[in-house]
């Protein structure tokens, strides 16, 4: 038997449709920009940017349906509604042929961000962890597997705040597709059953405020919603 100082924190998962039996996550990478419009509004160059990654733990992941309090230390809380790829084999340096079939399911997430403190960072050229990967940063709704709605090529993804529609964007918009992100990611990791990968945001990103629901949805995917609570 194991023997720990303080008991292990249970491991963070996610709901698979049409099954009681839940996906284990440990990684959760996220693309920095992967549409044209949102690389524009951020004041980057889509032209000529290949994909970059940074994370946030596996500790952030968060149902949809939640409450989450507005976070601390910021006064620019966003949302960035995304595609969520969910990784069901062993990768590691392959061609996107075989990335592909890699890629076991999809989710709608939101890659919920302290922009202000994103901006400083950048500014800085320090690290976006406070940014990115706070507690309750990475919201996922219910996994579909691919077996079930094949693999997706486009489809419409939209966020709206309180019933008025913020982004409105189409997978066949991303810079890099779901196959070549998973491609390019596993020259830099070793990917496994386990990791998510939260594929970017369309334009249209914005600040919501404790009171707001947000409903984003993703075509053959579903919906996710969350409620931004008061701050704690
Ligand atoms: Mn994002």
Not at 9 to 31: E, H, K, N, Q
Not at 92 to 105: L, S
Not at 132 to 137: A, I, V, Y
């Amino acid at each position: 038997m194991s023997n720990f100082v303080f008991p292990p924190l249970a491991t963070p998962s996610a709901a698979v449709r049409g099954t009681d039996a839940r996906y284990a996550v440990s990684r959760i990478f996220c693309v920095g920009r992967n549409y044209a419009d949102h690389a524009r509004e951020m004041g980057a160059d889509p032209t000529r940017e290949p994909p970059f990654y940074f994370m946030k733990p596996a500790s952030a992941l968060t149902p949809s349906g939640a409450t989450v309090p507005y976070p601390t230390v910021t006064k620019n809380y966003h949302f960035e509604m995304e595609l969520v790829l969910v990784i069901g084999a062993p990768v590691f340096k392959v061609t996107p042929e075989a990335a592909r079939a890699a890629i076991w399911g999809y989710a709608p997430g939101l890659d919920m961000t302290r922009r202000d403190l994103q901006a400083e960072a950048k500014a800085a050229g320090r690290p976006w962890d406070t940014a990115k990967g706070f507690d309750q940063s990475a919201i996922l709704g219910e996994i579909v597997r691919v077996a079930d709605v094949g693999y997706l090529e486009r489809g419409a993804i939209t966020l709206a705040v309180n019933g008025s529609t913020k982004q409105q964007g189409d997978l066949a918009d991303m810079i890099w597709n779901p196959a070549e992100i998973v491609s390019n990611l596993s020259h830099l990791y070793r990917l496994h059953p386990g990791d998510l990968i939260y594929t970017g945001t369309p334009a249209g990103v914005g600040a919501v405020l404790p009171g707001d629901v947000l409903t984003g949805r993703i075509d053959a995917v579903g919906e996710i919603q969350l409620t931004v609570g008061q701050p704690e």
